[in-house]
């Protein structure tokens, strides 16, 4: 048995997972921020469409969308299963980073929309200058578990055959009959990865913290 | 010939078949302190805003500077950089420093380049006294300090005229005096400016005029010697007098 060589092995799938992860991510936030907006700013119908789309999107787990979504866009445009199933993440962590904003624009007071208005601002320069950046900070540390989660759902592409951590270390097992050290190590990898980037998340909640605010 | 800054004709609100105020009519000439007294429920605080557009008046007209601002496709965001405003409970926007909350008007809304901007900030600070508090986030000012970088942040767009919604109803009373001496500087200084309060001090020794509001109607205009010691309504007397002693106290002995 050769340990260095398993976890040599199956670490050298971490560059998919980080990977998928930093696509999906961004693209989440990306799609998120947009249909919050048009969630809490949109009017009537836009608002029943974003909810609609939430609580559909949040309904069903996320490897049975990630099998449809998959499918849906493998049958469109010819993508490899490796940018197929990072961009299926990254349309469901939109569903709930839109939810993560959308409590973040709503814990921004009306107050600070009518002052903004007062100085001569368009709603939407509002919205940008004054609402976003507020509710941005205070949507970091929700937004911090939501990347855990995606880090870790990032091992559902294994099911489309992608070799990242999980899957490597499924053919480890499978091959040398030890599946215990074969999963203990890939729960090591994620366990560190979810880590470092919820430390890295804090350390900007914090540096970005508005000084003594009410 | 004094000139009108501001003319409300006719101005009615209601919301639903609750009337707010009704046919209100009054002229602000240039330079002129005015300030709106009543008792509370009377539609002070929604005059003022349907006065800079942020809430809609049902009927009734408003002209700034000779212009009509309530005419249908008049630019609405436009309208409210020449009409200063001062909050009750400050709204400063508190993700901007001191500077940061004057500038952004002026950065963002007149386009001045980031020096000019930085600029002409520092100097309405300095016109409130609160220079050396630049770089202070709203959370660590005291309220007084906020009102006064509040009113500095309406004064930054050089409006045609002020509209102060009871600037110092949500301060402590011993940080009253500096808000009030700052409006009491900006009037003398020649600013046009319409306030509601309950300051009965600053209503006499400060303004022009003071408008006697309740139950949604004007009852009486006119300057304060007038209404408080020879009003056309014995009402208005009554509420002058019962509002200087719960909250003027300190300034009707000086």
């Not at chain 1, 010819?78 to 940018?83: E, G, K, P, R, V």
């Not at chain 2, 003398?188 to 006697?212: C, N, P, Q, W, Y």
Request: glycine share 8%; aromatic share 8%; charged share 20%.
């Amino acid at each position: 048995m050769n340990v260095g060589r398993f976890i040599q092995y199956i670490a050298s799938g971490t560059a998919y997972t980080v990977s998928v992860s930093l696509i999906a991510l961004p693209l989440g936030l990306f799609l998120g921020l947009i249909f919050s907006l048009l969630y809490v700013y949109g009017g009537k119908i836009l608002t029943r469409i974003m909810s609609i789309y939430s609580t559909v999107m949040r309904g069903i787990p996320p490897i049975v969308l990630l099998f449809i979504l998959y499918f849906m866009v493998s049958g469109s445009i010819n993508l490899s299963a490796f940018w197929a199933g990072s961009i299926s993440l990254g349309i469901i962590s939109s569903a709930y980073q839109m939810e993560i904003i959308r409590g973040a624009l709503l814990s921004v007071s009306g107050g600070q929309m009518m002052a903004a208005r007062a100085v001569g601002m368009s709603r939407m320069g509002a919205i940008k200058h004054i609402i976003i950046p507020q509710a941005f900070r205070m949507a970091i540390c929700p937004w911090s578990n939501e990347a855990a989660i995606v880090i870790k759902d990032s091992s559902l592409v294994y099911a489309l055959g992608v070799p990242e951590i999980l899957r490597r270390a499924q053919l480890i097992s499978a091959s040398t009959q030890q599946p215990f050290l074969a999963f203990i190590i890939a729960g090591v990898i994620y366990f560190v990865l979810v880590f470092v980037t919820n430390r890295l998340l804090d350390g900007l909640d914090k540096r970005l913290r508005i000084p003594a605010n009410p | 010939m004094p000139n009108p800054i501001l003319v409300v004709k006719d101005l009615t609100k209601k919301y639903g078949d609750h009337i707010v105020f009704h046919d209100i009519n009054m002229t602000i000439n240039e330079g002129d302190t005015v300030v709106i007294i009543g008792p509370s429920g009377t539609g002070k605080s929604t005059l003022l805003r349907c006065i800079n557009l942020l809430t809609k008046a049902n009927s009734g007209q408003i002209w700034l500077d000779g212009e009509e601002i309530t005419a249908p496709g008049h630019d609405e965001d436009e309208v409210r950089q020449h009409i200063g405003m001062v909050f009750q409970n400050f709204l400063l926007f508190n993700h901007l420093t001191a500077l940061d909350n004057v500038k952004i008007g002026l950065s963002k809304v007149k386009k001045l380049k980031d020096d000019q901007a930085e600029a002409k900030a520092m100097q309405e600070l300095e016109r409130v006294g609160l220079a050396d508090r630049a770089h202070h986030y709203p959370g660590q000012l005291s309220g007084g300090q906020q009102q006064r970088v509040a009113i500095a942040r309406a004064l930054a767009m050089d409006p045609r005229i002020m509209l102060f919604d009871e600037p110092t109803s949500a301060l402590d009373p011993e940080l009253i005096g500096e808000v009030l001496e700052v409006m009491g500087k900006l009037s003398k200084d020649g600013m046009t400016m319409l306030v509601v309060t309950h300051e009965m001090g600053f209503a006499r020794e400060v303004s022009d005029r003071i408008i006697f509001l309740e139950k949604g109607s004007i009852v009486e205009d006119g300057p304060p010697e007038v209404l408080f010691y020879t009003p056309k309504f014995e009402r208005t007397r009554e509420f002058l007098w019962k509002i200087t002693e719960l909250y003027g106290k300190k300034e009707s002995d000086s």
